[in-house]
């Protein structure tokens, strides 16, 4: 298990831009796969993008592909999310997730069941 805490929410107008961060603790970070996934009220959650341990594999929802960027800093706990030309479809609570995941398929990736560890979650609001 890893503890997670998130920040980088925010109101912003359509178009605008956030980085959301994700700081964890422990000491075998690097051993996890990360992801984002995120909720509207009324709505299930849904996976948003996702990052391998090292970081040579990143994975989108065909949504914000082109628009959110995965990263991920193994020397210094932290994975984040760049969440560019935002949309007023892209209103959330953003979470990040830590989890254990041998394989390369994006499916695999895609699942909440897939994640040990959530953070408490960061709103993103985008106004029109």
């Known amino acids: 298990q890893v503890q997670l805490v998130e920040s980088g929410g925010g109101l912003v107008q359509a178009g605008g831009s956030l980085r959301l961060s994700c700081a964890a603790s422990?000491?075998?970070?690097?051993?996890?796969?990360m992801g984002w996934f995120r909720q509207a009220p009324g709505k299930e959650r849904e996976f948003v993008a996702a990052?391998?341990?090292?970081?040579?594999?990143?994975y989108y929802q065909d949504s914000v592909k082109g628009r959110f960027t995965i990263s991920r800093d193994n020397a210094k706990n932290t994975v984040a999310l760049q969440v560019n030309s935002l949309k007023p479809e892209d209103t959330a609570v953003y979470y990040c997730?830590?989890?254990?995941?041998?394989?390369?398929?994006?499916?695999?990736?895609?699942?909440?069941?897939?994640?040990?560890?959530w953070g408490q979650g960061t709103q993103v609001t985008v106004s029109s």
């Open positions: 997730a830590a989890g254990v995941i041998n394989y390369s398929a994006k499916y695999y990736y895609t699942q909440t069941e897939r994640y040990n560890s």
């Open positions: 422990g000491r075998t970070f690097s051993s996890y796969a």
């Open positions: 990052i391998s341990r090292i970081g040579g594999s990143t």
